[in-house]
């Protein structure tokens, strides 16, 4: 017995929701702040700041915070592929990257660049 066009277009309409779903909780996901370095660091996975880099230096991705922090003139940092990327911007421009993390200074953020 064949599916009746009402069966089709519910069977659609509950995919399409689903995938609605999954890209919502994605979105969340990315946009979940973390504290890190005993509070002097917030980070978020799956995004990247895109340009304005200082300088690169390897680490973990937990240990990136930390390296942001030694180097002086750094208030936003990148670590992805087992580099953190140290970063200076007043506002820098957000890009998502699966796999990478990205995060800032509290105390450094609204500094000019």
Known sequence: MAPKPFQIRWFFWML???????????????RQYNYGDNGQTIWMWNCDWINND????????????GVCIAYPNCNHFTWTNGVCYMKRAKLPTENRRV???CGWV????????
């Open 106 to 113: 509290l105390s450094r953020a609204y500094w000019s660049s």
């Open 16 to 30: 399409v929701a689903g995938v609605a779903w999954v890209s919502s909780a994605e979105e969340n996901q990315v």
């Open 99 to 101: 796999n990478g993390i």
């Open 54 to 65: 200082i300088a690169q230096k390897p680490s973990s991705a937990d240990q990136c915070g």
